[in-house]
């Protein structure tokens, strides 16, 4: 792999950290409504089921605990990552530093998306939001030459329908987080703006059996991906411990999931379904030829037409 050019974490158009952002009772509902409208389908098989583990921002402990993890049970996962919280603390997490993307980078995990300034679709414009994906998007190239993203992932989980046209059009697949409302598995058909995801998080232990949702993975041949963000003994409302990251891994094995980054997961199960003969549908979405060939700037000019929320 190549070295990360060792530049300043944050460039000169600095943002602040991320701080949690509290939903009106509006905002809240016309989320789950938006939610429900689909942009596209595209057809979708794997054919054991599938397990992808993703992290949000990064904090520090993501790679050095939780990358342990990972190593010891040889698997690879997706980092989304927020070139604005590089070598900062934000809601009380160390984020991460330029040596731990390298190292995460050189350990051939995936590097996602999630916005520079960790903006909140429901506090910014569809242009806005474009302008810190591009932002990201930058940040991270400059510093990891030769790198591809081909996922993204909403920060806070909040993607009106605005957002998700805009960032669609970029990336090959987009994440959000499922609510109790939602369906947790993504199988036989998925709508790339709005990939679901379950927290694998503290807060969240007694509204999520997480062994149950791998089994029914297992059984229905579903693609259930979990987010996390710190892995610690004492893990924040939004991380885990290393032995519940551990043991999610350790139960996707024993149920024979594929097990993989988000952007591996999202190509193996469109190319199965195409391999099958069926057609994928056109979409707003682009290949991954597009994605590999395209430096990014006329897809956000694109974006940058959409109107607000």
């Known amino acids: 792999m190549s070295d990360v050019s060792h530049s300043k974490c944050v460039p000169q158009d600095d943002m602040p950290p991320a701080r949690n952002v509290t939903l009106s009772l509006m905002e809240r509902i016309g989320g789950q409504l938006s939610r429900r409208v689909p942009l596209w389908w595209r057809s979708f098989d794997l054919p054991n089921g599938a397990l992808s583990v993703s992290f949000d921002d990064f904090p520090k402990s993501a790679w050095q605990m939780g990358g342990a993890v990972l190593a010891q049970r040889g698997v690879k996962a997706t980092y989304y990552t927020s070139g604005g919280l590089c070598g900062r603390h934000a809601m009380g997490l160390r984020q991460f530093d330029l040596d731990d993307l390298q190292a995460v980078y050189e350990a051939e995990h995936e590097i996602g998306c999630h916005t520079y300034g960790h903006l909140s679709a429901y506090r910014h414009s569809a242009a806005e939001y474009a302008a810190s994906i591009k932002a990201n998007k930058r940040f ?3 510093r990891l030459p030769g790198l591809t ?4 992932a909403y920060p806070y989980g909040h993607a009106p329908l605005a957002h998700r046209r805009c960032a669609s059009r970029l990336y090959l697949s987009c994440r959000g987080v499922a609510t109790c409302a939602d369906r947790a598995l993504n199988r036989r058909t998925v709508d790339p703006s709005l990939l679901m995801s379950v927290g694998l998080w503290a807060g969240q232990r007694r509204k999520r059996d997480i062994s149950s949702l791998i089994a029914d993975a297992a059984e229905r041949k579903g693609w259930l991906i979990l987010s996390t963000h710190d892995v610690h003994d ?8 290393p ?7 350790s139960l996707a094995q ?20 195409t391999a099958k003969g069926s057609a994928l549908p056109k979409s707003p979405g682009r290949s991954e030829a597009e994605v590999r060939g395209s430096s990014g700037d006329s897809a956000t000019r694109r974006c940058r037409v959409l109107p607000g929320r």
Not at 149 to 152: I, P, V, W
Not at 234 to 241: A, F, I, K, N, V
Not at 254 to 273: C, F, K, Q, S
């Open 243 to 249: 032995a519940e990251l551990d043991q999610a891994i």
């Open 140 to 142: 991270l190239e400059d």
């Open 254 to 273: 024993a149920a024979g999931l594929d097990i993989g980054p988000v952007g591996t997961m999202m190509l193996r199960g469109t190319t199965n379904h």
């Open 149 to 152: 993203m081909q996922s993204f």
């Open 234 to 241: 004492r893990p924040s409302p939004y991380g885990c411990t």
